[in-house]
């Protein structure tokens, strides 16, 4: 009688914390249903606090899910176990999302710490699906028997797909080095974390304040923008330059004050490496150290190795091949644009040696001397407004597709909404616009789902999107004018946005590209945006009215390449420095200064004028933006997208229909085959690398028999 009281009490107990536990779910909002319009998050009810316990709820719910599949004790079929396990998570992927994004947007101390604890529980829970045996052991069943099978193509490319993520996580080691995997992996986390933390802080740390007498060559529109941001700060009457990009840049290029110049671009060059809580030095050994280990144990000599061999490029061999035919005429070219400012930089410093802080404003000088064109001539007709409503209008042109304003829920009060309305005017998904820097933001730009596209009982759940920048702010007497690089970069962002938009995938699990084919969906679109007739639909100055005038449009179109070799040469670098250091087949204590010139200074004569896009101290991209190995991808990508816009461009007709009906078949395919195949689809034929390498004024002469492919192994 006695065991039975204590029995019923515990199913008591247990009960109430499950009731506790639906109640406390149900009053979640990140795990409530969403009543918002278009199944949006609702950022209105949204706290940090929310976030922890949703977490756990949701990793909960998602270990039942695959406990279900490991243990079904029917003989593992399609639909038992690949469906099973395709379906399952979906309310951790939705709060992971919706995390993910606003840590990266707008972050404060609460969802830092959140982030510090979860980062780490998260990678652990995927580890215990990923190496669960029972689970692998039904999944390689399955791999095994597949042509006996009769899957289609979709459930087939699902079932492999799903066996070679379980055997790249470590599916097929023994218990011991699985358990070695698991503490890499937490480890590379946590480590991840720490240094997206540390370098938040040190954008936000550094400003250069100056006095009115020390503006010299400064446009109004950058001293405008410099007054408010100090006012902004309490800093009254003075002018406050940041080390993000719309301060940094203007101030660059416009700035006499040499010496002014090299404290603002110091201050960007050695962030993460300044000797205090925020080095990030000893964190880049942790990654190599760990990243190498990893890559051993699931048998690549490199991690470099292990990240390509899941790529278009196949190996890293075909990757280096690439980058160095670019990289000797890039630096050949920047070379030369060096002379054209050594000329104009001896008349001002005779006595003093170029410096990378001066090549902006050189070439500033240079573009104005040769193209009699600067930045503050074009600026007025670039407002963001109408570059938006320029993008909004290309889109049309080519897709049928409208972009409608909605009142929604936001997460910042900058933040504005767009319902995407098909050619057919269904419903497409929602686009979230965030423009401009805030504390909480990270550096750069990027584009992400909120809600990403999936089917749910036969019916289509439409994607949340959101691009996130960090453009020119308006100042109170002029609208947000963007400079050639931003107008550039919201096209880009808004070819990710597109390719997340017209997503049509069955499976979940086939949503992915590979990593060298994400870029191509932006950076085809960045071809269309100074083009003479989409320039006419969107380039009007914001005052006046005036279309941009044809003389301008010709300046635009005749400095195109205008220091191509630079830009080149700046991007490459920062692709050879990553895939050098994560190339490495044994670890040893890494310098990252020295190690870095090494790699390109004395391996491969990179001027001392010019610095990589990244050094690896604030390398955010291969360190804890998911592009490790990968910084490659931008020039992989860009053989295509170049190749791409030629189809446009040998039809006739730039805004050809059929040919983007043919792209955005491509896009709505997401990972339903590997991405040449995609390709050589849309396309027709392989790609031709020639279209990038005269695209970057580095194809000097045509060859009778080219090898016009990126070379995949």
Not at 307 to 312: N, R
Not at 331 to 360: C, N, V, Y
Not at 373 to 400: C, H, K, Q, T, W
Request: hydrophobic letters at 40%.
């Amino acid at each position: 009688m006695k065991r039975f009281a204590v029995l019923l009490l515990f199913l008591t107990a247990m009960t109430c914390v499950s009731c506790n536990r639906r109640q406390a779910a149900a009053e979640n909002p990140l795990l409530a249903a969403w009543e918002t319009p278009y199944g949006v998050p609702p950022f209105d009810r949204i706290r940090p606090e929310h976030f922890r316990p949703a977490f756990e709820e949701a990793m909960r719910r998602h270990e039942a899910e695959i406990e279900a599949v490991a243990s079904n004790s029917e003989a593992p079929t399609f639909d038992n176990t690949i469906l099973a396990l395709d379906d399952a998570g979906r309310d951790l992927e939705r709060v992971s999302l919706v995390f993910g994004m606003l840590s990266a947007a707008e972050t404060n101390d609460e969802l830092q710490a959140i982030e510090a604890e979860m980062m780490p529980r998260l990678t652990a829970h995927g580890d215990r699906i990923r190496l669960n045996e029972r689970l692998f052991a039904r999944v390689k069943t399955l791999y095994d028997r597949r042509p006996e099978l009769g899957l289609d193509a979709a459930q087939e490319r699902l079932l492999k797909k799903s066996y070679d993520e379980f055997v790249r996580a470590g599916a097929l080691l023994d218990e011991a080095q699985k358990e070695r995997l698991r503490a890499i992996n937490e480890a590379l986390s946590t480590t991840a974390v720490r240094f997206g933390q540390h370098l938040l802080a040190e954008n936000n740390a550094f400003a250069l304040e100056l006095s009115a007498d020390e503006l010299d060559g400064l446009p109004t529109s950058v001293r405008d923008a410099a007054r408010e941001a100090a006012e902004a700060a309490g800093k009254s009457g003075k002018y406050l330059f940041t080390l993000h990009k719309p301060s940094l840049l203007p101030f660059l290029t416009y700035s006499s004050r040499r010496d002014l110049r090299e404290r603002l671009y110091e201050g960007y060059l050695n962030r993460g490496a300044n000797g205090d809580a925020n080095d990030n030095r000893a964190l880049i050994n942790d990654f190599i150290r760990l990243r190498t280990e990893k890559a051993h144990l699931l048998g690549y000599p490199s991690y470099a190795d292990y990240v390509v061999a899941d790529q278009m490029a196949g190996t890293t061999k075909a990757v280096y091949r690439l980058l160095e035919e670019i990289w000797t005429p890039a630096l050949e070219r920047a070379k030369g644009e060096l002379e054209a400012m050594r000329t104009l930089f001896a008349q001002d410093h005779p006595d003093e040696q170029f410096a990378s802080w001066d090549w902006w404003y050189y070439a500033e000088k240079v573009r104005r001397r040769d193209y009699a064109l600067d930045e503050a001539m074009l600026a007025p007709y670039f407002s963001l407004e109408n570059v938006r409503s320029g993008i909004f209008f290309l889109a049309n042109r080519l897709y049928g597709i409208t972009f409608r304003p909605i009142v929604v829920p936001v997460y910042h009060e900058e933040v504005s909404a767009y319902e995407v309305l098909d050619s057919d005017d269904s419903h497409l998904g929602v686009l979230y616009f965030d423009f401009h820097p805030r504390a909480g933001k990270g550096q750069g730009a990027w584009c992400g789902n909120y809600v990403e596209q999936s089917y749910r009982d036969g019916e289509r759940v439409a994607p949340v999107v959101s691009i996130v920048c960090n453009f020119t702010r308006p100042t109170a007497s002029t609208p947000a004018l963007l400079t050639l690089d931003e107008a550039e970069t919201l096209f880009h962002e808004f070819g990710h946005a597109l390719h997340f938009l017209f997503h049509d995938v069955r499976y979940r699990g086939l949503a992915e590209v590979e990593g060298d084919f994400v870029e191509l969906p932006s950076q085809v679109m960045e071809n269309w945006a100074f083009h003479p007739e989409v320039l006419k639909h969107y380039a009007v100055h914001y005052r006046t009215g005036e279309v941009i005038p044809d003389a301008l449009v010709a300046k635009l179109r005749r400095s195109e390449l205008f220091n191509q070799g630079f830009a080149t040469t700046e991007l490459i670098a920062a692709s050879l420095s990553d895939l050098d250091i994560h190339s490495l087949t044994t670890y040893e204590p890494i310098d990252p200064a020295a190690f870095e010139r090494k790699a390109l200074n004395e391996r491969r004569g990179l001027i001392p004028e010019i610095e990589p896009r990244y050094r690896y101290p604030y390398f955010s991209h291969i360190f804890d933006g998911g592009y490790s190995a990968g910084y490659y991808f931008y020039t992989w990508a860009e053989v295509l997208d170049k190749d791409a816009f030629e189809a446009f461009r040998e039809s006739g007709d730039l805004f050809n229909r059929e040919i983007a009906a043919r792209f955005r078949r491509l896009l709505a395919s997401g990972g339903t085959q590997d991405g040449m195949t995609l390709y050589r689809t849309f396309r027709g034929k392989d790609p031709d690398k020639r279209a990038m390498l005269r695209g970057r004024g580095l194809l000097a002469e045509e060859p009778e028999q080219a090898d016009t492919t990126p070379a995949a192994e």
